[in-house]
C-alpha cells in the first residue's frame, strides 16, 4: 500500500537543479489527503478473441487502457461497427494491487448517443459524472478519466474490460474472471 500512497501523492527526490529545500518540507506529511498528483504513465492492451461475443450486437476485439500522468484513456475497438440502436455500456473495472479499491470507469450510450460517461468507486458506491465527452466513430470507443478521481487505483492495478447491451453482458475481455495488468508487459 505505501507504493501506491508514494505515488498518488507525487513523492519523490527533488530536481538536482533545486538549489535549497523549501523551509516547511520537512514539517508537512507526505501523505496529506488533499495533495492530488499525478500518477506513472503506461499502457495496457487487451486483445479478445473475435466471434466470441454472447450477443450480435457488439464483439469486442480489444480494450485498451493508457495512463499519460494526468488523465486515463480507455479505448474499446470493436469486429464490426458500433451499435447505432439500443443501450450499450463500455465498462472498465479496475482494482488496486492490494484489493483496497475497486472503480468502474463507463461510457454508456442509447441509440448511438452517449447518455453517461462516469467513475464509480465500487466500496462507496458514489459515482461521478465525466463531462469530458466520449469519442465513438466506426469501431471505436474512447473516453479520458482524471486520475484524480481514482484515488488509491496506484500506479500498477489489474483489470477487466466489459460491454453490456440492454443490461446484458455482451463480451468481456479478457474472458471470464481473469484480469489484465496495467501497464501491461
Not at 94 to 110: I, M, N
Amino acid at each position: 500500500m505505501a507504493i501506491a500512497v508514494l505515488a498518488l501523492t507525487g513523492c519523490g527526490s527533488a530536481s538536482s537543479t533545486q538549489s535549497s529545500p523549501e523551509p516547511s518540507a520537512a514539517t508537512t506529511p507526505a501523505t496529506e489527503p488533499n495533495i492530488v498528483s499525478k500518477a506513472t504513465g503506461g499502457e495496457s492492451i487487451c486483445k479478445d478473441k473475435a466471434g466470441d461475443s454472447a450477443s450480435k450486437v457488439v464483439d469486442l476485439a480489444q480494450a485498451r487502457l493508457q495512463s499519460d500522468g494526468t488523465e486515463m484513456s480507455t479505448t474499446f475497438n470493436t469486429v464490426a461497427n458500433l451499435p447505432t440502436t439500443g443501450t450499450v455500456l463500455y465498462s472498465v473495472r479496475a482494482w488496486s494491487a492490494d484489493g483496497s479499491k475497486e472503480y468502474q470507469l463507463g461510457v454508456k450510450f442509447k441509440d448511438g448517443k452517449e447518455i453517461a460517461n462516469f467513475v464509480t468507486d465500487v466500496g462507496s458506491g458514489q459515482q461521478e459524472d465525466i463531462t469530458n465527452g466520449a469519442v465513438a466513430a466506426n469501431k471505436q470507443v474512447s473516453a479520458r478519466y482524471p486520475l484524480a478521481k481514482l484515488k488509491g487505483l496506484g500506479d500498477k492495478f489489474e483489470w477487466s474490460a466489459k460491454v453490456t447491451v440492454d443490461g446484458t453482458e455482451a463480451d468481456r475481455c479478457p474472458g471470464g474472471d481473469v484480469r489484465s495488468r496495467f501497464p501491461g508487459a
